[in-house]
């Protein structure tokens, strides 16, 4: 998540504390790209064979 650009850290001595971006671009990314991810998903034919 770091390497994504979510989180950011802050280092006191031998702790390291993580904490989400107040930017929030690359936030905001991510849920645009799993909206769109659940509007393809619907889209699919149902495989599952429940049907």
Do not use: C, Q, W
Not at 6 to 27: A, N, Q, V, W
């Amino acid at each position: 998540m770091k390497d994504a650009g979510l989180l950011k850290t802050r280092k006191e001595g031998t702790k390291i504390f993580y904490y989400f971006d107040p930017d929030m671009k690359s936030m905001n990314a991510l849920i645009d790209v799993l909206h769109l991810a659940i509007e393809i998903t619907k889209e699919l034919p149902n495989r599952s064979g429940d049907e």
